[in-house]
């Protein structure tokens, strides 16, 4: 992608804010994805099931979602500048 840009799906309850359909666009546009709990607490990070479910329900994988790659590879991403 030319900026550089990742979209997040927020997987707290009362924001889930990137829909599925949202998450399927980008993936086809091929944006990368992160997803989030924005924990404020420990107990906040099972609500990921949630975030994991906007995506898979927007037909990405694991390859789509910037936080599933591995750390060097993340860092790789955030280095590149465009």
Do not use: Q
């Not at 949202?22 to 086809?28: D, K, L, M, N, Q």
């Not at 420990?42 to 479910?53: A, C, K, N, Q």
């Not at 790659?69 to 991403?77: N, T």
């Amino acid at each position: 992608m030319e900026t550089n840009t990742v979209l997040e799906i927020n997987a707290m309850p009362s924001r889930l804010d990137l829909k599925d359909i949202h998450a399927f666009g980008a993936r086809e546009m091929g944006i990368n994805l992160i997803i989030s709990t924005d924990a404020h607490s420990t107990e906040h990070l099972d609500y990921m099931r949630f975030g994991v479910g906007v995506a898979r329900r927007g037909w990405c994988e694991a390859r789509h979602i910037l936080n599933t790659r591995p750390l060097s590879e993340v860092k790789a991403f955030l280095k590149h500048k465009h």
